[in-house]
């Protein structure tokens, strides 16, 4: 293969890749010599990515990627989501690679830091379509409008805004911590605490509702236990703090424990472990979702599983891969089965 054909196929991979969808293709001067090789070189690829309309030369001269519409290649999504690591988030883009490289579109991750991070608002630039995951800092008024009136189609996970015609992904709906619920009633429990240590934002606060309501219904008992972190702060470690410190003090009287995340509920299973407690018998443990690893613990975390996310994904691309436009059905998808994971962190009181 000669030297320009592979620095051809160095440009289209980037360029199907999104890694020019943020920031602009750099002069021809300098892509030859981060490549390694000469001007005369980089033209002739170049010039063969320009005869396939996959590149065009702006009247400055510089090079810019062709629309979508022109040249017929494939898609290539965005996929915003906050900067740090979680299986959580992880779960969810290999869902969403899964399912586009099937329809021949591509993702490509992109990092925000912050609500106003300059990111997200080149990410609506510059690819064809973004799916967003919320961050847990409260979604300013100035954002919300910014997304709602960007110029690619947008879907976000975990966070309502159908009233703004942007298509809304929920993974665990709140109509879930019932069941969840219900399992601890049928068990035996008659006192059901709630423990939260996640920023409050509105997931939060709705399943802290659900659980005060659903107690009220059944005429059982439940005190909140909400000690929140800061965003970008560990939950887990403050949940392990917090329920440390209620067993030391004897303040904690639950015989089940309702998490509203799963780190929350790991962070609790530690803190009641070194207390000598026994995990389901002695103080039982749920989690309000599942974010990878509830079933690999040890005992394993009785939870609500992580749904297929194929059909609403499938949906979202479908209707990205056609430019947005008029949204069918309603804007807010919720998973169809509603699966209750029987951990082993859950028993019959003694």
């Not at 090079?63 to 290539?76: D, F, G, I």
């Not at 990092?111 to 979604?139: A, K, Y």
Request: proline share 6%.
């Amino acid at each position: 293969m000669k030297k320009f054909e592979v620095i051809t196929n160095i440009l289209e991979k980037r360029i199907l890749s999104g890694d020019y969808s943020l920031h602009p293709i750099s002069s021809e001067r300098i892509l030859a010599e981060e490549l390694g090789i000469s001007h005369m070189t980089l033209r002739k690829a170049v010039q063969v990515l320009i005869d396939r309309k996959i590149m065009f030369r702006e009247p400055n001269g510089r090079l810019s990627v062709a629309q979508q519409k022109e040249n017929h290649h494939q898609l290539t999504i965005a996929f915003l989501m906050p900067t740090f690591m979680s299986p959580y988030f992880m779960s969810i883009f290999y869902s969403l690679m899964d399912v586009a490289s099937k329809m021949q579109i591509g993702v490509r991750s992109v990092n925000f830091l912050h609500w106003n991070d300059p990111v997200i608002r080149r990410s609506l630039d510059g690819f064809d379509g973004v799916f967003l995951l919320r961050c847990s800092e409260p979604m300013p008024e100035n954002v919300i409008h910014m997304l709602s009136s960007g110029k690619c189609p947008l879907v976000i996970f975990d966070e309502d805004l159908a009233e703004w015609n942007i298509p809304s992904i929920t993974t665990c709906p709140k109509r879930s911590v019932g069941l969840l619920l219900e399992h601890l009633r049928k068990l035996g429990h008659h006192r059901i605490d709630c423990l939260n240590t996640q920023p409050l934002d509105s997931i939060m606060e709705g399943r802290i509702d659900e659980w005060r309501k659903w107690i009220s219904r059944k005429h059982l008992q439940g005190e909140l236990i909400s000690d929140p972190v800061k965003s970008y702060e560990q939950p887990l470690a403050r949940a392990c703090d917090v329920m440390g410190n209620l067993l030391d003090t004897d303040r904690f009287g639950a015989t089940a424990l309702y998490c509203t995340t799963e780190p929350a509920a790991i962070g609790a299973v530690r803190a009641i472990t070194e207390h000598k407690i026994p995990i389901g018998s002695g103080i039982s443990v749920c989690s309000a979702n599942d974010e990878g690893l509830s079933r690999f613990l040890t005992p394993s975390l009785t939870t609500i599983s992580m749904p297929d996310l194929s059909p609403m994904l499938s949906k979202c691309l479908r209707w990205i891969a056609k430019g947005g436009g008029k949204w069918e059905g309603p804007l807010l998808l919720e998973p169809d089965e509603i699966l209750l994971f029987k951990g082993e962190s859950t028993a019959s009181p003694k």
